[in-house]
């Protein structure tokens, strides 16, 4: 089975060698997804920005691999506080609107690098909706 890695223009992990997400078959797994603003290169201040933008990006890695928010089986969020989670929910429910319908959640508080306040990871089956 081939594995191909999945790029998104003004989608960078600083240079380094690393692909925003890979699919093997039709199983996709990401890198970490953050909220860089493709359009500027840079990371918004505020929380509900990044937040925002960070789902957005979710979408765009999501629609260079030919998928869906509705492929999405894992969601891993990664924050600096965990204070942000109404944020992170109001965004999760606009993503994924059926409440019977969820990818699995997991948040994790760790030391993100300045001035990240967010990232997420996700693993989606492609085609499966």
């Given at each position: ?35 860089l ?6 990371v ?31 969601c ?15 965004y ?9 319908s ?22 989606a089956?492609?085609?499966?909706g």
């Amino acid at each position: 089975m081939a594995r191909r890695s999945i790029e998104v223009p003004g989608l960078h992990h600083g240079g380094l060698p690393i692909p925003q997400a890979c699919v093997v078959g039709n199983l996709l797994t990401s890198s970490g997804i953050s909220p860089l603003d493709p359009a500027t290169g840079s990371v918004p201040e505020g929380t509900e920005e990044q937040v925002e933008l960070v789902f957005a990006n979710l979408r765009r890695v999501l629609e260079a691999a030919g998928g869906r928010p509705e492929d999405v089986a894992k969601c891993t969020v990664f924050v600096r506080d965990k204070a942000i989670r109404p944020v992170i929910d109001k965004y999760w429910t606009e993503t994924f609107p059926d409440e019977a319908s969820r990818p699995a959640r997991h948040t994790l508080r760790i030391d993100l690098a300045d001035p990240l306040q967010i990232q997420l990871e996700i693993i989606a089956v492609l085609g499966e909706g």
